[in-house]
């Protein structure tokens, strides 16, 4: 929760404290009214609708993030979720829009299907809530039970095949890009699709490899 809440939050705060990209505030600022600006080169990746902002997260309690409850979980993916909207609408009633970046990024980008909507707050932060919620479906799922039964799930070969066959999946989840034509469907589709990560990971791929693996185990038996 408290890295969610640290990087949903430097988001915002970046939005709120009017953070620039070079790519727009060379073309949008009066600095260079007499003379010159520079020659900015654009390219896919620099088209983002935000400053950008170095984070370095770690994990200190790693125990509770096992034994916390489903229910703790949908009750702080709820907090975060409402707590964001309500933010959201009280800014937007002091005359602070937080999708300011948006409008800059796809007024000055030299290509419009550059324009990174994923680098938006509400993206960063249904991303970050999709995760939460999928890693709590996750350790609370049957499936995630029976993979940690037995001594399967502490040999070499099973978390061999765990990590393989993980990041498969996830380069494959990778290159599944919603579409960004509808922002309301790309928002649901990215919470959805970071869900479905920590989900088939944690629980889905250790299940299916350890009925695989002990298939033959059982027939030796």
Request: glycine share 6%; hydrophobic share 45%.
């Amino acid at each position: 929760m408290s890295c969610i809440t640290l990087g949903s939050s430097q988001h915002t705060t970046s939005r709120i404290l009017f953070g620039q990209r070079p790519y727009w505030w060379v073309l949008d600022t009066d600095y260079y009214s007499n003379t010159s600006a520079p020659l900015i080169k654009q390219f896919p990746v620099t088209c983002e609708t935000g400053p950008g902002i170095a984070v370095a997260e770690t994990f200190h309690h790693i125990r509770s993030i096992y034994n916390a409850s489903l229910k703790k979980y949908f009750l702080i993916t709820f907090f975060l979720f409402s707590f964001a909207i309500g933010f959201y609408l009280l800014l937007k009633g002091l005359g602070v829009d937080l999708l300011w970046t948006l409008e800059k990024a796809k007024r000055w980008c030299e290509r419009p299907e550059w324009v990174h909507i994923d680098t938006t707050p509400f993206a960063s932060l249904l991303k970050n809530l999709g995760t939460l919620f999928g890693l709590g479906l996750a350790l609370n799922s049957s499936m995630y039970r029976e993979s940690c039964k037995g001594r399967l799930n502490k040999s070499f070969p099973f978390r061999l095949s765990c990590i393989v066959t993980s990041l498969v999946l996830l380069h494959i989840f990778d290159s599944l890009k919603p579409p960004s034509q509808t922002e309301l469907i790309f928002y649901v589709l990215s919470f959805c699709k970071s869900a479905a990560v920590p989900l088939a990971s944690v629980s889905l791929i250790p299940y299916c490899l350890a009925w695989l693996l002990g298939q033959p185990h059982k027939k030796s038996l």
